[in-house]
C-alpha cells in the first residue's frame, strides 16, 4: 500500500469523526451563549488590553440575556489572547455552568457574580489594576472628574477597602462571594468603585457600555492627576454634579451613539495591532 493510499485510508476512517468532534464543538460553542454576544466579549477583551486598562490581570463580564442568573466570563487567561472558545458561563454563586471545564478560572470571578447579583440593572463587569486609577485609591485626594469624557464619575466615586470588612485577608483579592458581596454593597448604584490598594470595577448597562467606562475611568484619572500636578496646590474647577451627562433613558438602555462610535474605533485599533503580533 502506498504512502498516499494509506494516507487517503486514515483520512476516510477519520473523517467522520473529526466531523462528529467538529459537530459538537460547535454545538457547544452554540449553547455558550448568543454568538455575536460572545463575539463582543472576545473583543472586549482585546480592547481593554489594547486601551491599556488590563495587563495580564484584569476581566470583563457580560450577564447572559437569556438568564439573568448566569453570565459570561473567559477561564483565567490573558485578556489579549482570550478567544471564542475560552468563554465560560457562570452562576451568581460563581460556580461554572457552561464552557471548558477542565480550565484554571479567575480567583475574582465573585466580582462579577456579585455585582450581577446586586445590581439587576448592569449587565457588563470590568475589573482591572488600571494604572493611574490605583493611586486615587490611597490618598485621601477625591477622585474627581475635570472633563466632560469622565461626567459619569460625578456624584461620587466611592473607595472599597477590603480590609474594612476582611481585616484578617491575606491579600486585597476578592475571592469569595462574601468578599464580592462587600464590594458589590460598597459600589451601591455607582459606575464605578476603586478599590485600595487594588484597582477598580465598573459596571455597565451593557458589555460596550461597561467597557467604555472602564477606559474614560482610566482616562479621567490620568486628567485628574495632571491637573492636581500643574495646579500647584491652587483649586481645581471639577465638573460639578448637576454637568453629569448620565440620564436614566440612555442608562436603561446601555448604548448610546457616543458608546458605538468608540467600540468601533476601539475594536479597529485592537485588532489591528493584534494582528501585527
Ligand atoms: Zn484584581
Same mark, same amino acid.
Given at each position: @500500500?502506498?504512502? @498516499?493510499?494509506?494516507?487517503?485510508?486514515?483520512?476516510?476512517?477519520?473523517?467522520?469523526?473529526? @466531523?462528529?468532534?467538529?459537530?459538537?464543538?460547535?454545538?457547544?460553542?452554540?449553547?455558550?451563549?448568543?454568538?455575536?454576544?460572545?463575539?463582543?466579549?472576545?473583543?472586549?477583551?482585546?480592547?481593554?488590553?489594547?486601551?491599556?486598562?488590563?495587563?495580564?490581570?484584569? =476581566?470583563?463580564?457580560?450577564?447572559? +440575556?437569556?438568564?439573568?442568573?448566569?453570565?459570561?466570563?473567559?477561564?483565567?487567561?490573558?485578556?489579549?489572547?482570550?478567544?471564542?472558545?475560552?468563554?465560560?458561563?457562570?452562576?451568581?454563586?460563581?460556580?461554572?455552568?457552561?464552557?471548558?471545564?477542565?480550565? +484554571?478560572?479567575?480567583?475574582?470571578?465573585?466580582? =462579577?457574580?456579585e455585582v450581577f447579583r446586586a445590581r439587576p440593572d448592569v449587565?457588563?463587569?470590568?475589573?482591572?489594576?488600571?494604572?493611574?486609577?490605583?493611586?486615587?485609591?490611597?490618598?485621601?485626594?477625591?477622585?474627581?472628574?475635570?472633563?466632560?469624557?469622565?461626567?459619569?464619575?460625578?456624584?461620587?466615586?466611592?473607595?472599597?477597602?477590603?480590609?474594612?470588612?476582611?481585616?484578617?485577608?491575606?491579600?486585597?483579592?476578592?475571592?469569595?462571594?462574601?468578599?464580592g458581596a462587600a464590594l458589590a454593597k460598597a459600589l451601591g448604584?455607582?459606575?464605578?468603585?476603586?478599590?485600595?490598594?487594588?484597582?477598580?470595577?465598573?459596571?455597565?448597562?451593557?458589555?460596550?457600555?461597561?467597557?467604555?467606562?472602564?477606559?474614560?475611568?482610566?482616562?479621567?484619572?490620568?486628567?485628574?492627576?495632571?491637573?492636581?500636578?500643574?495646579?500647584?496646590?491652587?483649586?481645581?474647577?471639577?465638573?460639578?454634579?448637576?454637568?453629569?451627562?448620565?440620564?436614566?433613558?440612555?442608562?436603561?438602555?446601555?448604548?448610546?451613539?457616543?458608546?458605538?462610535?468608540?467600540?468601533?474605533?476601539?475594536?479597529?485599533?485592537?485588532?489591528?495591532?493584534?494582528?501585527?503580533?
Open positions: @500500500m502506498s504512502r @498516499m493510499t494509506i494516507c487517503a485510508c486514515i483520512l476516510q476512517s477519520v473523517s467522520p469523526v473529526v @466531523m462528529a468532534i467538529g459537530a459538537f464543538a460547535s454545538t457547544v460553542r452554540a449553547q455558550i451563549g448568543p454568538p455575536d454576544l460572545i463575539a463582543d466579549l472576545v473583543t472586549a477583551n482585546h480592547i481593554l488590553y489594547d486601551q491599556g486598562v488590563v495587563d495580564g490581570f484584569g =476581566h470583563v463580564s457580560v450577564r447572559n +440575556p437569556a438568564n439573568p442568573e448566569r453570565f459570561f466570563l473567559s477561564r483565567a487567561r490573558a485578556p489579549s489572547m482570550v478567544e471564542a472558545a475560552d468563554i465560560m458561563e457562570f452562576d451568581l454563586d460563581g460556580k461554572p455552568t457552561g464552557g471548558p471545564q477542565d480550565k +484554571p478560572v479567575f480567583q475574582e470571578l465573585y466580582i =462579577h457574580a449587565h457588563g463587569v470590568v475589573h482591572s489594576h488600571s494604572p493611574a486609577v490605583v493611586p486615587f485609591g490611597v490618598v485621601k485626594t477625591p477622585f474627581r472628574p475635570v472633563s466632560q469624557t469622565g461626567a459619569f464619575l460625578c456624584g461620587g466615586v466611592p473607595n472599597f477597602d477590603l480590609r474594612d470588612d476582611f481585616p484578617d485577608a491575606p491579600n486585597l483579592l476578592v475571592t469569595s462571594s462574601a468578599k448604584d455607582r459606575p464605578v468603585a476603586l478599590m485600595r490598594g487594588h484597582g477598580d470595577t465598573v459596571a455597565g448597562a451593557s458589555l460596550k457600555e461597561a467597557v467604555y467606562l472602564a477606559i474614560f475611568t482610566e482616562v479621567a484619572a490620568r486628567l485628574t492627576s495632571q491637573a492636581i500636578m500643574i495646579s500647584g496646590g491652587g483649586p481645581i474647577t471639577y465638573l460639578g454634579d448637576h454637568e453629569s451627562e448620565r440620564n436614566p433613558p440612555r442608562r436603561a438602555k446601555g448604548a448610546s451613539e457616543g458608546i458605538d462610535r468608540n467600540w468601533e474605533i476601539w475594536a479597529s485599533e485592537a485588532l489591528a495591532r493584534r494582528t501585527k503580533r
